[in-house]
């Protein structure tokens, strides 16, 4: 692992890393655009970590604070680099964030269907709190004009999704 390079992203990492949570990652996200990936790095510049080896993009991890509390998104890592210790290192980069930044408590949002992903976490000291499940709404004009990048984003102002 020594030739793996841990950094932040900037604005022209943007387009490889959507291409690379389409390959790497689970699940999507409205937000999976040029224009939410540029207000999140703008906004924090050092909330979004790479992890690369040999100059390609293998791992991601994003580290948000808030000022209250700490959360990690996306973190994801290429399947052919998969249990060689990139998850690890990027943990270790985004809880070094935190503690720097004053942090508590990591809350990690991970999909309940990948069980992959649930021993990658535990592995790594986290657990799953049963009390808590994630509530969500689309914001009037969230979606950018063009749809979702390809996907479909459900209408939740029907009656069918109330």
């Known amino acids: ?17 959507l291409r690379f949570w389409r390959e790497a990652a689970e699940g999507t996200s409205i937000s999976d655009d040029h224009d939410g990936m540029s207000r999140l790095i703008s906004r924090d510049p050092e909330a979004l970590i790479l992890a690369e080896r040999d100059g390609h993009l293998i791992g991601t991890v994003i580290a948000g604070f808030d000022g209250w509390r700490c959360s990690a998104y996306r973190l994801a890592v290429h399947p052919d680099h998969r249990r060689q210790g990139v998850a690890t290192a990027l943990m270790e980069a985004a809880e070094q964030r935190f503690d720097a930044l004053g942090g508590r408590r990591v809350d990690a949002m991970v999909l309940e269907t990948n069980e992959p992903a649930h021993r990658t976490w535990a592995t790594a000291g986290y657990h799953r709190e049963n009390h808590w499940r994630r509530w969500v709404k689309p914001l009037v004009g969230a979606v950018p004009a063009g749809g979702a990048g390809g996907r479909t984003v459900p209408d939740h102002t029907t009656p069918d999704h109330a």
């Open 1 to 17: 692992m020594n030739d793996l390079h841990i950094r932040r992203a900037a604005l022209p990492d943007i387009d490889p890393v």
